[in-house]
C-alpha cells in the first residue's frame, strides 16, 4: 500500500507545482488545493498504514499486542486538513475579490506592486 | 510548572475576543487594543524576567498536565522570551500607533481583533516547544496576516496578497510535509525528544535532507534569497502600522524558527547546513540592499532592507559560535526595534506629506526636527553608525565572523552596511534635507491641515520610545549583552533545553 501512496503523493505535489506555475488565478487556487492535500496524505502515509489494528491495550498490558495503527497522524491531518480548508477558504475568496478590482485572471498582468 | 509561559498566548487571545465581542464599538476596540498589548508587554517582561533567573534558563507548562513528549508542552527559554518580548514591545507600540492612523474603516473590518490573533500566533510560534503545534501557530499568524493585508481591499493589495498568500502557503505546506516526514523518522513531534531521537536515527542522509525542507520552509518565512519576491511585493501596500507590524515581526518568526530549528535539531552535519545558510546570507545581504538602493519610495526602500537585515541574522548562525549567535539575536532585537520604527515614521512623513515617494516630499527638517532627529536616531543605529544599537549587532558579528576566518563574509556584512548608510542618508536627504518640492506643495498643504497635532504627537509617542530604545540598545549595552551571551550559550549547549523539557516533570 505504501509505494503506492507514495507515487500518488508524489503525483499530487508534481500536479499542484504545475497548476501554480500557470498564469491563471483560478489554476493557482487548484495548484494549492493539490498541495494541502498531498501533504496530508504524505503524512498519513509515512507513519505507516495499518488495517483493521485499533491501538487498544489489553487490560493489564502496557502495550498493543502485535501491530497496530497509530492515531496520532491522524489527528494531525485531522488538524491540517481543517487549518487548510479555512485557508482555501480565504484564498478563494481573495481571488475573486482581487477578479472583482484587478479585472484580470492572469497572474503576468498583475505586477503593478512588482517593480 | 510556570504558568506565566502561557499567558503572552492566551492575553492576545483573550483581548482579541473581547474586540470581536464589541466590535461595534470603535472606542471599545482601541482601549482593548492599547490595554492588551499592554499587558502582554507586562506579561513577556515578567516570563523573561523569571525565564533568566531561573537557575535552567528554561521554564516549561506541560498543557492539560500531560508529561512532555506525550502532550504539547509550552517552553520558554530565554531566545523565545526575547523574542516574545519584542513581539510585546513592537504590538503595543503599533497598537497606539494605530488610534489616530488607522481609519475607521479598517477598525469597523476588524482591526484590532486581527492584530490581537496576530500578536497571539506570533508569541505561540516562539513559545511552542512542539513542532506541530508550531505549525498551528504559523497558520494562526498567518491567516490574520492575510486578512490584515487586504484590509480596504484596493488594488495594490489585492495583487501584493496573492503572491503574499500563495508564497506563504506553500511554505506551510512545505513545512507540514517535513513535520510529517520528521514524524515519520522518529515517532515523536516534542522538540526536546527530537533532539534525542534524531540523533538516534540510522540513515544520518536523511535526516539533512528534512533539514533542507525545514530551511526552505523557513526562509520563504524569513524572506531570504533567493526566496524573498514576496515581501517587497506586498509590504508596501498595506496601512502603515500593519506594514510596521508585518516588518517586525513575521520575518523574524521565521529566524526564529531558523535559530530554534538548526541550533536544538540540525546540528549533526553543520559542515553542510551551515554552509548553506552562510551563503543564503551572503546572497540575501546583498540583493536587498541592492534592490533598495534602486527605489525612491519610502516603504520599498524599508521592505529590501528587511530583507537584507535578514542576511545578517543567517550569518550569525551559520557562524555559531557564542559570540555569533550572542550577536545575531541581538541583531535581531533591534532589527525590530528600528525597522518597525522607520515604518511608522514613513507614516508619519506620509501624513505629514501625503505622498511616500521621496521625489514629492520634503523640508520636514526645517518644520518637525524632532521627527528628523528621531528618524536619525532609527536609520543611523540600522547602518550600524557607533556607538548606536546597529553598530554594537554587525561589530559582534564582523567579529565572529573574523574569529572563523570567514573574510568573504565579514567583506560583504561591511560593504551592505555601507550601502545601507546610502539608503538611510537618500531618505533624509530627500525627506528631510531639500526643501518640498513646488508641485506638490498644494497637496503636503492640505494633508498637513488635515492631521491635528494631537493625532501627531500621539504617533510620535511610540517612535520616541522605539527612537530612544534603538540608541539605549547600543549605549547601555552591557546588561542586554549578559542576557544575550546567556541565550547564545543554551543555544548552543540542546541539553540544557532537553533535561529541562523531558526532567521537568519529574
Known sequence: MEPLMAFVVGGLFAASIYMMLRRSLVKLVIGLIL??????????TVSGMQRGLPPLIAPGDTLPAGGWADPLPQALVLTAIVIGFGVLAFAVVLIHR??????????????STDT | MSPEVALPVIIPFIFGSLSVILYKSNTAQRWLGVIGTGALLVAAMVLLHNTYTHPDGVLIIA???????????????????????????????????????????????????????????????FLTGDIFNLYVWVEVLLVASFAL?????ERAQMEGAIKYVTLNLLSSIMLLTAVGLTYGMTGTLNMADLVVKLAEVENQGLVTVVSMLYLVAFSIKAAAFPLFFWLPASYHTPPVAISALFAGLLTKVGVYMLYRFFSLLFTQDMGYTHEILLWIGGFTMITGVLGAARYYEIRRILSFHIVSQIGYMFMALALFSPLALAGGIYFIVHNIVTKSNLFLIGGVIYFLRGSHELKQVGGLWRERPWLGLMFLASALSLAGMPPLSGFIGKYMLVRAGVEAESWGIVAVALGVGLLTLYSMVKIWAEAFWKAQPQEYAERAARFERAISERSLAIMCLPIAVLAILAVLLGVGMQPVYEVLIAAAEQMRDPQIYVDAVLGGNQ
Do not use: Q
Request: with cysteine; aromatic share 10%.
Open chain 2, 149 to 153: 493585508l487586504i484590509l480596504g481591499g
Open chain 2, 63 to 125: 498543557l492539560g498536565d500531560w508529561p512532555a513528549p506525550f502532550g504539547i508542552v509550552l517552553v520558554s527559554d530565554i531566545l523565545g522570551a526575547v523574542m516574545t518580548l519584542m513581539a510585546a514591545l513592537i504590538g503595543f507600540a503599533v497598537a497606539i500607533y494605530s488610534l489616530p492612523s488607522i481609519s475607521s474603516d479598517h477598525e469597523a473590518f476588524g482591526y484590532y481583533p486581527l492584530m490581537h490573533l496576530l500578536l497571539a500566533g506570533v508569541c505561540g510560534a
Open chain 1, 98 to 111: 482581487a477578479y472583482v478590482v484587478v479585472k484580470e485572471d492572469d497572474l503576468e498582468k498583475m505586477r
Open chain 1, 35 to 44: 498541495l494541502s492535500n498531498a501533504a496530508n496524505l504524505l503524512i498519513f
